[in-house]
């Protein structure tokens, strides 16, 4: 019989070690996230500070985060924190640090410029019908920007998703590096494994993203009309 | 016979960040019922003016006084004459993640916590009254400009304030729907509701008003009775000021 490829995907528990791998992808990507949202809320509301120094030293964070390639500053914190800090942290707590920071700082962008975007006469108007601070926030300034930001985070999201497959390169096994283990123990008897095993995962992230960028796009439509 | 005077502010002064005065001194006193036209060039102070009133805008000396009492804008009491003073802005203001009925809904709920069965029946005699009542379930984006403006002429309404302030409420409007707006707030004024209203339009100024003030450079440079004020204005830039509208009327 011929050596089908696709086989190597149901040898043994394979396709089981793949998902398992994607779960840590979607563990790292996920507890960022959420850390990142409730970081980059206070962040944001302390971007739009009257206080110049204040969104000065933001601003000096949130560039230098833009600036940094994410591997750099993954290789900074698994790889600094063991030799300097000695620390040893696991891959996975490092990329968790990385990530939030990088995700803290684009969503505390995000909440300012949402925050900004909300015209002066929304307040304005609350405020004339007798609101409170409080109230105003909490049904006119807090419904706006959520539905504003709603899309920005769910790319911000997909970003996040797809940018895990770095944490193989800190020892992290994720599904890329889960693939590359089926791929390397299967080099003599299925030669083309790498093909199937790399466009099973495509299709993995591809069917966890697209969900994702689909809404995103539909919120961003509908917010616009 | 004398009317009671509900709001009066004395030799208010108010700068923003600091810089050049831009209401110089202030004096104003306004009775219940009447209805006060503000008139001037674009820059003057009219919207500062407006703010003032309700408080939305700190100032640097003088005092406002509401029937009597005199309101300092941070502390709580602002709050409460905030609820008697309604204003309507220039720009569409309606809040844009609820429909026409949250919107007018929203304040009197949550601020004066009333009830709401009978809130919508109230809101709805008004929506039919400016002629919008198969809009209520619609969202602000579904309604023209000047449908949005008597929805927010509305929303104020809906507070039960005992002065409305209206600041150039049909000056982003298209001409058509000018009319439409001025109408409301023509019956309003025939009810015998108080207002302060900023406008350019001339006509309407004269048709609605009790008294006009003509502010320039942050000062009221004159001030009368329409008849009087724009059949035979007494002081030059008043002469002047007319007579832009005068060449825009040709
Ligand atoms: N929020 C603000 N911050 C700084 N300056 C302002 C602000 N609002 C108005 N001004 C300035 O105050 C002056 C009066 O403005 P405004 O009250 O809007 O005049 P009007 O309504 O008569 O056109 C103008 O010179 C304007 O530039
Ligand atoms: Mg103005």
Redesign the interface.
């Known amino acids: 019989m011929q050596n089908l490829g696709i086989q190597v995907l149901f040898q043994g528990n394979n396709f089981l070690r793949l998902c398992g791998g994607l779960w840590q992808s979607l563990q790292i990507a996920v507890i960022s996230m959420v850390l990142s949202i409730v970081l980059g809320m206070i962040l944001g509301i302390v971007m739009t500070s009257p206080k110049k120094l204040v969104r000065f030293l933001c601003r000096i964070y949130l560039e230098i985060v833009r600036i940094m390639p994410q591997l750099v500053l993954l290789f900074l914190v698994y790889f600094g924190a063991a030799k300097h800090l000695n620390i040893n942290l696991p891959g996975s707590w490092a990329a968790v640090i990385v990530f939030t920071f990088w995700g803290a700082a684009e969503m505390g962008d995000l909440v300012r410029s949402a925050l900004q975007s909300i015209p002066v006469h929304q307040y304005q108007s609350g405020f004339g019908l007798g609101m409170t601070k409080l109230q105003v926030y909490r049904y006119v300034i807090i419904p706006q920007t959520v539905r504003r930001l709603l899309p920005s985070v769910m790319n911000l999201l997909t970003r996040m998703i797809k940018t895990t497959s770095l944490v193989v390169l800190i020892g992290v096994i994720e599904v890329v590096k889960v693939g590359k283990q089926i791929i390397d123990s299967s080099r003599y008897t299925v030669p083309d494994a790498a093909l199937w095993v790399y466009g099973v995962i495509f299709i993995m992230y591809f069917a966890i993203c697209y969900p994702f960028s689909r809404a995103a796009a539909m919120l961003d439509k509908k917010i616009k009309d | 016979m004398k009317q009671e005077v509900i709001l009066t502010t004395k030799n208010l002064k108010k700068s923003y960040d600091n810089e050049q005065l831009v209401l110089k001194d202030m004096s104003f006193s306004l009775e219940k019922g009447e209805v006060v036209v503000v008139v001037g060039p674009s820059g003057c102070g009219k919207s500062t003016f407006l703010?003032c009133l309700?408080m939305?805008e700190p100032i640097d000396s003088g005092t406002i006084s509401f029937k009597d009492q005199v309101i300092e804008r941070d502390r709580k009491d602002a709050?409460?004459i905030?609820?008697k003073?309604?204003?309507v802005?220039q720009?569409y203001?309606?809040?844009?993640?609820l429909t026409i009925l949250g919107n007018i809904l929203?304040?009197p709920l949550?601020?004066?916590k009333r009830e709401k069965q009978e809130l919508i029946q109230e809101a709805e005699q008004l929506l039919k009254r400016v002629g919008l009542l198969d809009k209520k379930d619609a969202y602000p984006?579904q309604l023209s400009g000047g449908q949005k403006q008597r929805v927010?002429i509305v929303?104020?309404l809906m507070?039960h304030p005992e002065i409305l302030l209206l600041d150039e409420i049909t000056a982003a409007l298209d001409p058509e729907m000018v009319r439409e707006v001025l109408q409301v707030v023509l019956e309003l004024a025939k009810e015998g509701m108080t207002m302060v209203i900023v406008t350019h339009e001339m006509e309407f100024a004269k048709a609605v008003s009790d008294r006009v003030l003509f502010m320039d450079q942050g000062l009221v440079v004159e001030e009368g009775k329409p008849e009087d004020f724009f059949t035979s204005p007494q002081t030059e830039r008043a002469k002047q000021f007319l007579n832009t509208f005068h060449y825009e009327a040709i």
């Open positions: 703010r309700n939305l709050y409460t905030r609820q003073i309604g204003m802005f720009s203001d309606l809040f844009p993640h929203l304040a949550k601020v004066q984006r927010a929303r104020a507070m």
